[in-house]
């Protein structure tokens, strides 16, 4: 039977864990705040971050879990995550010499949800930029990542072109707005419909850079546009992001629903919670009032039973919502009485509720004196009464 590491040896192995913000060992940062060994070599380290929205998580998580998998006996390594609380900062600032933490771009998100599909054509860049309109409409503040590198197509979709972002005097890049939505894709940094002929390691290195070195400031939804499949881009940000929710499009037909279920299993190997599904496509009325189900009938609910999440929505085919995505306007801003912009409207509210679950009641406690003792044969076993409503 192999040694297994200790707590001294594995605490020395994360010296070479480097926070790349602070430029500095977590060890010596002391942010490593405890060290369990279990049973089966099994291995829970718990790293403190300057802030729950930390865009660099990810690269702790990996970085973390390498340098103790490497010790001799270690099988597995869990890792978690706390928050330094005020009196830790302040002791860290000091260690620093300096006034302030960093707190990464999406400090001020309060909720961040990739929007993905398990094959292309399923209508989901139309769907995100339309949903991120609504939500807006509905008073939230809310921005859109095109992380769709190669296929982009949300600045079309906002009539922005390829106008490049402006950059701030702390050097963060701007986000442009349109239709009261903070918008960001690669597409601003290329001539107007220009390939992106790029590999994995590049598509990384811009997506990090989306994440961290946009100011996106205080936001309560920020929507990424992810690109069809499970391939890099889902992976990257899945590490990025680890506490976003996923949200799946699919269409009725049950060769598309079996795709989307690829997604799902992306997203639970990579621990992304499933916030819900959206069916698009969902059948096609024509202005006599006919309908024709063009892709079937049932396959976002199916999925959606198969997952356990909820059925956000059902969008039907119209003409205007291609229309609207083809001439820079989302369709929820122009035509609010259209079905589909009424569909993606409640799909909307979804993603609200979703992001704010109602609070259970509670019902107060009474305390009931205790009554005099009766007669044995007719005493009342002790109890407590609730208020009646």
């Known amino acids: 039977m192999s040694r297994m590491a200790t707590q001294e ?37 718990t790293v403190s971050l300057t802030t729950a929205g930390c865009p660099i998580k990810g690269h702790f998580q990996t970085a973390v879990a390498e340098a103790a998998g490497a010790l001799e006996g270690v099988a597995h390594v869990n890792v978690y995550f706390d928050v330094l609380d005020d009196s830790q900062k302040a002791a860290l600032q000091q260690k620093l010499g300096r006034g302030s933490l960093p707190e990464g771009a999406l400090a001020q998100v309060a909720n961040v949800l990739c ?15 339309n949903l991120a309109a609504a939500l807006a409409g509905e008073g939230k503040r809310v921005g859109v990542l095109d992380a769709d590198v190669w296929g982009y197509s949300i600045p079309r979709m906002y009539g922005l072109g390829s106008t490049r972002p402006p950059v701030s005097a702390e050097r963060k890049i701007l986000p442009l707005e349109a239709h009261g939505v903070k918008v960001m894709s690669i597409g601003f940094f290329l001539e107007e419909d220009a390939a ?38 889902s992976m990257t940000l899945a590490q990025l992001l ?46 006599s009032g006919e309908r024709f189900a063009i ?31 083809d001439s820079g306007t989302p369709l929820v801003i122009e035509d609010s009485g259209d079905p589909a912009s009424q569909a993606i409207h409640q799909a909307a509210r979804g993603l609200i509720a979703m992001g704010n679950p109602p609070a259970l009641p509670v019902l107060p406690l009474v305390q009931v004196a205790a009554a005099a003792p009766e007669p044995a044969a007719g005493r009342k076993p002790a109890g407590m009464s609730l208020p009646m409503a």
């Open 9 to 45: 040896e594995i605490r020395k192995a994360l010296e070479v864990v480097i926070d790349p913000e602070l430029h500095r060992s977590i060890v010596e940062l002391d942010m490593v705040r405890s060290i369990e060994i279990g049973g089966n070599g099994v291995v829970d380290i």
């Open 115 to 129: 929007i993905g599909s398990g094959k292309g054509g399923v209508g989901k860049s139309t769907l995100t930029a």
């Open 196 to 233: 992106v002929v790029w590999r994995g390691p590049m598509l990384h290195k811009a997506l990090t850079q989306f994440l961290q070195d946009v100011d996106w400031g205080a936001l309560d939804f920020l929507l990424i546009d992810l690109p069809p499949g499970t391939g890099d881009v």
């Open 242 to 287: 680890p506490q976003a929710k996923f949200v799946i499009v699919t269409t009725p037909q049950a060769t598309a629903q079996k795709v989307a279920r690829r997604s799902a299993e992306m997203a639970h190997k990579v621990s992304l919670e499933i916030g819900g599904v959206i069916e698009n496509m969902s059948g096609f009325t024509t202005p």
């Open 295 to 325: 892709f079937g009938e049932g396959g976002g609910k199916e999925l959606a039973d198969e997952l356990d999440v909820p059925l956000l929505g059902k969008v039907p085919l119209t003409m205007p919502l291609r229309e609207h995505a």
